[in-house]
């Protein structure tokens, strides 16, 4: 910048279909004024968690992590970014322990978050009109949790992710050995790929192996567990 225009790729948008079609995106940018720039605005874009759900089919799980402002931080925004299973995204403000994740059996806080959100594709966006200073020298005076519940059709069986409407070959892809059954009374076993195991009875043959585990990935079908937010150093 300065600048007339932005191109952007988007990494998410995968046309599955057999037709031509057009994604658009429009990002509004907002600039102070020359004699009004006093800090440098910062990205919080926290990707460390961003795969690691592993939810069954018909299951709900909910996975947490943290992060640490830098020091002198002064916080003015909060965010969050899932997929279309992330049914649920929650933060809590400082203090709390740093280095919190799911290997490490990390949970999420009983009290009352500070950031609540509810739909993926229209995510709050928390904006404080006065920015909330963390100037303390300790890690846990200035880092957040954030937990995502994953429904990977606990509630609605029709949305569980399917082997036949994901592209199997991109990253969350599902195969023969964690496929299971979408129907009838194995409904959730593991089917091999095989259609006849999932039938409701004997030669049946209207059995559907199609149910797959919810992983991380690059489209919707999958899913994504990214803190958002910004801030910037105001250090005395």
Not at 5 to 28: A, C, P, R, Y
Not at 60 to 77: D, F, H, I, K, V
Not at 92 to 121: F, L, R, V
């Amino acid at each position: 910048m300065p600048i007339k225009g932005i191109v952007m790729w988007n990494s998410h948008g995968f046309n599955l279909s057999k037709k031509d079609t057009t994604i658009e995106q429009w990002v509004d940018i907002g600039f102070a004024k020359k004699d009004e720039q006093l800090y440098a605005q910062r990205g919080i874009f926290h990707v460390k968690n961003i795969f690691v759900m592993n939810v069954p089919p018909f299951k709900q799980r909910e996975y947490c992590g943290s992060w640490t402002m830098p020091r002198y931080g002064q916080l003015t925004s909060l965010g969050s970014h899932v997929h279309k299973r992330g049914v649920l995204f929650r933060t809590w403000m400082p203090p709390q322990e740093p280095g919190c994740t799911h290997a490490k059996g990390c949970k999420p806080n009983t009290d009352k978050p500070a950031y609540t959100s509810t739909i993926y594709d229209d995510p709050v966006e928390l904006v404080f009109d006065k920015p909330v200073s963390f100037n303390g020298e300790e890690a846990k005076t200035r880092t957040f949790k954030y937990c995502a519940v994953f429904d990977n059709g606990s509630t609605k069986k029709t949305a569980v992710k399917r082997r036949s409407k994901s592209d199997n070959a991109l990253p969350g892809a599902c195969s023969d050995t964690d496929v299971a059954c979408l129907n009838g009374p194995k409904q959730g076993e593991l089917c091999g790929g095989k259609n006849s195991f999932c039938d409701t009875k004997p030669g049946a043959g209207d059995g559907q192996c199609d149910a797959c585990p919810l992983r991380g990935g690059l489209t919707t079908e999958d899913e994504m567990l990214i803190l958002l937010g910004s801030y910037y150093i105001n250090k005395p």
